[in-house]
């Protein structure tokens, strides 16, 4: 195979970093010869996102393909079979490329930065018997309709430039002009993950109408695009403008989206109706404002959602209204996010792969979704992204050079590498890849140890617990938190490959812990009193159980709510019940005032918020320039509900949920609740009922999962009534 690109506009600037969109998208086509119909496939890479048509068939129904790497170093492919299209002589291949996360505005930083102009394919047509053929420079090109496309300021179409049907047989390529070749230095792989896919259609209502414009509200806050259909005049243009909430006077709120226009916008041929329906952008939205001219009218609007198709793992439901949404803010964080990579908010000019966001979410994301490909993938990018930046884990992976920096190094995110993996081994028991990244692990705290630590100590910059409020837990306590924690499950991972680091890694934990104590601690409480530092510290175990208990409980009793930020939060409720104050676990998890989950649906969250006051009802929207109102991270309270409200959690020396440790807190507030979670040993099904001061408590597995017991509450009877289904009754 050969990469062929065309260069739709040869005017174009592609070293302006500085502009909202780049060339019209790339219109490829070719004909190609089959005598025989056997099994056949197209093998399609691009440096962009594609779609593919086969006599005028789409073959790949997705959205965005093409997943997102560190393109000089590794670039996926994936087979699409096409016997169904095909007939006996001459066929036709078309491919639209577009700009995609290669060419697309990153962030603050602009255009073009994983890579310049022309966009590229690669592709090959084969049977099992032979190759077919492949690309070689003698296809030919135009530019169509999609007049510009990028992935945070939408999509341009202009329909009087619509070249049909051009993969057709019968089209004639005559005006189209010839490709270039062009030589990429890359690895080629195949994906290893599924595609995006259209996985929910939402039908709107309308809120708001007045002369030319119209405002609908999908209900959900996602990340997909709207599916529209209009008739009008030639020339006549529609702009719609995509935003996850309501400004104060009605109208569509666009200032968190900071430079991102989230903006398509389509010219109509005219005179009949035209459908819309991109497939090269994405969005996060729940509001649409379409402003169009008299001579339009609005025949079809509906959205679409769509994701990485991953399969379902766990569910949760109880008959308590307000824990069943903020559960499905969590699920509905995580799928706007799960686009190819882990990415921080799907809305503003960012949508990036931060790895302090994805480290604290994932295995909250592997109970809920099988994620096993998904964040095996994630890890290969951070792993490539250490081989091209010299064993720093960057802050962002697939990575750039930020203007400023490069975003790299910092206590929290770059622990990525580290904890994503571990967490990979634990639900689905990889060992293989744990050991292909334990040689990374080790290069990130060389490099750390190396460059951030003297005389035991970590000094560096940090980003700290993340987006607390009312408390800011110090930076350098943290940081060393981290460095410990991550000297610690290194030689957990050393331990369980049987690695002769271990002890290496151990001592410079326990040496660690004994300069926290030291710096750190003093006789009652840390230097650094705040909930999320004895969350950090406790979890990372670094300070003792009662030293901790008392602190934390009455940091939470003195405030009454929750002040921990994206890395402590995950851990506070599960603390909790493990110091006996289950009770107080519930109260942050059912609260319904600032700052809290509740607080956020009592404002119409459809999905969990960056900041826990991203909107204040008293104050208004957060000026802070950063503000999604849909990120994951805050959603590791899932984590609890799986572990503490339905009672199961992973042991570590079985992966893969092979002993099972259950382990329920009970509250009255949760009287009735069902929960299943897909492990990689079967299926685990629990629902429990309190009734008369009674919890009846059901649980059942498949056989070769096995059950360890530690009930917090006193057990009346426990019953084994079939094969690994078991009825307990306890005292509430």
């Known amino acids: 195979m050969k990469w062929i690109g065309y260069i739709t506009d040869s005017n174009y600037d592609s070293t302006n970093k500085k502009q909202p969109f780049g060339m019209p998208s790339t219109y490829i086509a070719r004909k190609f010869n089959i005598s025989e119909i056997v099994d056949t496939k197209v093998r399609i890479a691009c440096l962009g996102v594609f779609s593919v048509f086969v006599n005028g068939n789409l073959v790949n129904d997705e959205y965005m393909p093409q997943d997102v790497s560190e393109y000089t170093k590794r670039i996926y492919y994936r087979d699409y079979n096409i016997t169904k299209y095909l007939k006996t002589g001459t066929n036709s291949i078309g491919i639209i490329l577009s700009d995609g996360w290669y060419a697309s505005n990153l962030s603050i930083v602009g255009k073009n930065v994983f890579g310049e102009y022309p966009l590229k394919v690669a592709y090959k047509i084969f049977s099992k018997n032979s190759l077919i053929c492949e690309s070689d420079g003698t296809e030919v090109a135009n530019e169509g309709a999609i007049r510009s496309c990028d992935n945070q300021n939408g999509i341009n179409i202009d329909n009087n430039f619509d070249l049909g049907d051009f993969s057709n047989l019968t089209y004639d390529l005559s005006n189209f002009k010839n490709v270039q070749t062009y030589e990429v230095d890359a690895e080629l792989k195949k994906s290893i993950i599924k595609p995006i896919k259209k996985k929910h259609v939402f039908s709107p209502t309308l809120v708001k109408q007045g002369d030319g414009y119209a405002i609908y509200d999908f209900k959900q806050n996602f990340s997909g ?75 079809l609007v509906e959205a679409y959602a769509f994701y990485t198709d991953m399969q379902r793992s766990g569910k949760i439901h109880a008959n308590n209204a307000l824990i069943n949404k903020i559960y499905s803010n969590v699920i509905w964080g995580q799928r706007s996010n799960f686009l190819s990579i882990p990415t921080d908010c799907p809305q503003r000019d960012e949508r990036m792969g931060w790895t302090g966001d994805a480290q604290v979410f994932s295995d909250t994301a592997m109970l809920n979704y099988d994620c096993h490909a ?49 967490n990979l081994y634990i639900h689905y028991g990889d060992k293989s890849f744990l050991k292909k990244c334990l ?37 350098d306590l943290y940081n060393n938190a981290y460095y410990a924690y991550d000297n610690y499950m290194v030689s957990k991972v050393c331990k369980i490959l049987k690695n002769r680091s271990e002890n290496k890694y151990l001592n410079i934990y326990n040496k660690s812990k004994e300069l926290f104590n030291k710096r750190f601690v003093n006789d009652n409480h840390l230097t650094s009193d705040t909930q999320g530092a004895y969350v950090l510290a406790y979890e990372f175990g670094l300070i003792e159980k009662e030293f901790a208990k008392e602190n934390l409980i009455r940091k939470v009793t003195e405030f009454g709510h929750l002040t921990t930020g994206f890395h402590s939060t995950k851990f506070l409720l599960s603390q909790l019940c493990e110091f006996g104050r289950s009770d107080l676990a519930y109260d942050l998890l059912l609260r319904k005032e600032y700052p809290s989950w509740g607080y956020e649906i009592s404002c119409g969250a459809t999905t969990i918020w960056e900041r826990w006051d991203s909107y204040r009802k008293d104050i208004g929207f957060n000026p802070d320039g950063m503000n999604s109102f849909n990120h994951y991270s805050l959603g590791s309270v899932a984590r609890w509900m799986y572990y503490s409200m339905m009672g199961v959690s992973p042991i570590a020396d079985y992966p893969g949920f092979k002993k099972t440790l259950v382990s329920p807190y009970f509250d009255k507030r949760v009287s009735k609740f069902k929960g299943e979670l897909k492990t990689l040993n079967g299926i685990i099904r629990v629902d429990y009922e309190i009734k008369n001061n009674i919890v009846t408590y059901n649980i059942s597995a498949d056989s070769c999962v096995e059950f360890v017991f530690s009930f917090n509450n006193k057990v009346i009877s426990q019953k084994e009534i079939s094969d690994n289904q078991f009825v307990i009754e306890l005292e509430y």
Request: charged residues 25%; contains cysteine.
């Open 225 to 299: 695009v709207t599916h529209t259909i209009f008739n009008g005049k030639q020339g006549d243009i529609i702009t719609i403008y995509h935003a996850e909430v309501l400004s104060n006077d009605g109208d569509v709120f666009t200032a968190n989206l900071r430079s991102a226009l989230a903006r398509d916008q389509y010219t109509l041929s005219g005179n009949k109706d035209e459908e819309f329906l991109p497939r090269h952008t994405f969005h996060g939205f729940r509001y649409i404002k379409i402003v169009y001219p008299k001579s339009v009218s609005i025949k």
């Open 374 to 422: 998904f964040l095996k993938k994630y890890c290969l990018d951070i792993m490539d992204a250490m081989d091209k930046y010299g064993d720093m884990v960057p802050s962002v992976c697939p990575h750039f050079v930020h203007k400023w920096g490069s975003w790299g190094c910092m206590q929290g995110w770059s622990d990525a590498i580290i904890i994503i993996p571990y």
């Open 439 to 475: 040689p990374y692990m080790k290069r990130y705290l060389n490099y750390v140890t190396k460059n951030k630590v003297k005389r035991g100590y970590y000094v560096g910059d940090a980003y700290g617990d993340w987006l607390s409020v009312f408390e800011v837990t110090d930076k």
